[in-house]
Every structure is written in structure tokens, then in C-alpha cells.
């Protein structure tokens, strides 16, 4: 039987991150994806996740079953785009863009027969808007932050001045790798991936 996928091992020097900013080489990734704006934890933002995570879930299900290649289904991520001080910009403003990593192996069919079932199952219309997506952020910035979402600035504060005296400047999105569940993990302890491409300034 073939071992079971899990692309947070098979890319580990991706994930692997200390809580200080360092650099990291990512290579282009697959990842379901779909897209909002509002603020987190608003009716269309819940009902965005519950659709990734839906097609995720089903697509991972049906391939079992099949008897084909199994696999972990990756953690939520998230990119924003605030266009500028997100301190600045109201909640309701922030626009995002909801992720799952997926195998490369995957296809469109795969997630089209997952929105098929799923609607004929009467969830949301939400589902017709998730996507296969490949990003490829290069080289970036990354630290681990432990603590509330609110705090973030401190930890991009570290990385910007990381960048800095790098000879570095930011040239991405936002991107947050949740790993914990803030449903299950008090905001003290909560641990979240901040990943920021970065190029050369100029």
C-alpha cells in the first residue's frame, strides 16, 4: 500500500520555522483557493472556509475510496491584501484569499465532480467558487508567531527590520499558515506562519 501524502513533510524546509524572522526557498505550490473581502470571521468568510474546506475534504474522500493515492489534508492558509497599514484599513475592507494545499496530482475534474456533489447535497453556493490555483512566492521572509492575531505588527515589525538589514523589501501579499484552531487554542498561545515574498530592493 502506498504511504499515505503529507506535503507539510515532503516540503518540511518550508514549514520548518523559528520564532525569529529567517529566510526560506518555496517552490511553486497547488493550493485550493477562493477568494472575499469582509472581515474575518463574517458570515462570508465562514461560509468561504466551510466551502474550501468542503471541496478539500470530499476530493481527499473520493480519491480514497477509489482506492487512489491518499492523503493529509493541509491546514488552512490565508492571503490579504490590505494596500497598505492594515492598522489603517476597517475590517469590512480587508480583502483575502482562503487556501488548502493540494497535491499537484489533483485536477480540475477532481474538484468539478467534489462542487458537483456537494451542491446536489444542498451546501453552499460558496462552493462554485473555489478554484485550483498554482502560487509561486520565491524566496521569502518567514517567522513563527505565537500569540492573538492582533499582534501580528510586532512579528512583521522583526521581519521588515530583518528584510532591511538584508538588503530586502516585501513584494507579496500577506500570507498567514494557521496552526492552530482558534475555536480550540486561547489567543496566548496561538501559533501562525507569517510568510512574506521578498526580492532585492531596489
Known amino acids: 500500500m502506498t504511504a499515505k501524502l503529507d506535503l507539510y513533510k515532503l516540503h518540511k524546509a518550508e514549514?520548518?520555522?523559528?520564532?525569529?524572522p529567517a529566510l526560506v526557498r518555496t517552490k511553486p505550490a497547488q493550493y485550493l483557493a477562493i477568494g472575499g473581502d469582509g472581515a474575518p470571521g463574517g458570515t462570508r468568510f465562514s461560509a468561504c472556509i466551510g466551502a474550501l474546506y468542503g471541496a478539500a475534504f470530499t476530493i481527499k474522500m473520493t480519491r480514497k475510496f477509489a482506492g487512489k493515492q491518499d492523503y493529509t489534508?493541509?491546514?488552512?492558509?490565508?492571503?490579504?491584501?490590505?494596500?497598505?497599514?492594515?492598522?489603517?484599513v476597517p475590517k469590512d475592507q480587508w480583502k483575502w484569499k482562503l487556501l488548502i494545499r493540494t497535491p499537484e496530482f489533483i485536477a480540475r475534474k477532481d474538484l468539478a465532480a467534489a462542487v458537483e456533489t456537494?451542491?446536489?447535497?444542498?451546501?453552499?453556493?460558496?462552493?462554485?467558487e473555489v478554484a485550483l490555483e498554482t502560487i509561486d512566492e520565491g524566496v521569502c521572509i518567514q517567522?513563527?508567531?505565537?500569540?492573538?492575531?492582533?499582534r501580528e505588527h510586532e512579528t512583521v515589525a522583526l521581519m521588515r527590520s530583518f528584510a532591511e538589514a538584508n538588503g530586502l523589501q516585501f513584494s507579496g501579499p500577506h500570507h498567514e499558515i494557521y496552526l492552530s484552531d482558534p475555536?480550540?487554542?486561547?489567543?496566548?498561545?496561538?501559533?501562525?506562519?507569517?510568510?512574506?515574498p521578498a526580492t532585492k530592493q531596489d
Not at 514549514?15 to 525569529?20: D, G, I, L
Not at 517567522?143 to 492582533?150: A, F, N, S, T
Not at 480550540?184 to 507569517?194: D, F, G, Y
Open 15 to 20: 514549514y520548518v520555522t523559528p520564532k525569529k
Open 118 to 128: 456537494l451542491l446536489k447535497r444542498g451546501k453552499s453556493p460558496e462552493m462554485e
Open 183 to 196: 475555536r480550540r487554542v486561547p489567543p496566548e498561545r496561538l501559533k501562525t506562519i507569517i510568510r512574506l
Open 143 to 150: 517567522m513563527l508567531h505565537v500569540g492573538p492575531y492582533e
Open 73 to 88: 489534508v493541509c491546514k488552512l492558509e490565508g492571503q490579504w491584501f490590505f494596500g497598505g497599514d492594515p492598522a489603517a
